[in-house]
Nanobody, 116 residues
């Protein structure tokens, strides 16, 4: 069983930055792709960023150039550095662990609010 614990959310002004962290328990982190999703009120959950076991990164168009996903396998942690935040980035952010397409685990979510 894997547990994912997210942290780093909060309230930030437009143009500001936040860094989200997601730390996993268990032993399969390094063998797993890691995703960050978000869900805004009244909207479907969307994939924001993904990093594979080999470090390949993918981003949704709306955050490319502003967000950076990274991972530290020794700490079993994935990060999402978010810069130039705008009100449209307001959402609950979730991390997801994808173990070779066989198993998935989700964190509990962390709220990010961008407001002046």
């Amino acid at each position: 069983q894997v547990q994912l614990v997210e942290s780093g959310g909060g309230l930030v002004q437009p143009g500001g930055s936040l860094r989200l962290s997601c730390t996993a328990s268990g032993t399969i982190f390094s063998a797993s792709a890691m995703d960050w999703y978000r869900q805004a009120p009244g909207k479907e959950r969307e994939l924001v960023a993904r990093i594979t076991t080999g470090g390949i990164r993918r981003y949704v168009d709306s955050v490319r150039g502003r967000f950076t996903i990274s991972r530290d396998n020794a700490k079993k942690t994935v990060y999402l550095q978010m810069n130039s935040l705008n009100v449209e980035d307001t959402a609950v952010y979730y991390c997801r662990l994808d173990y070779i397409g066989l198993r998935e685990y989700w964190g509990q979510g962390t709220q990010v609010t961008v407001s002046s």
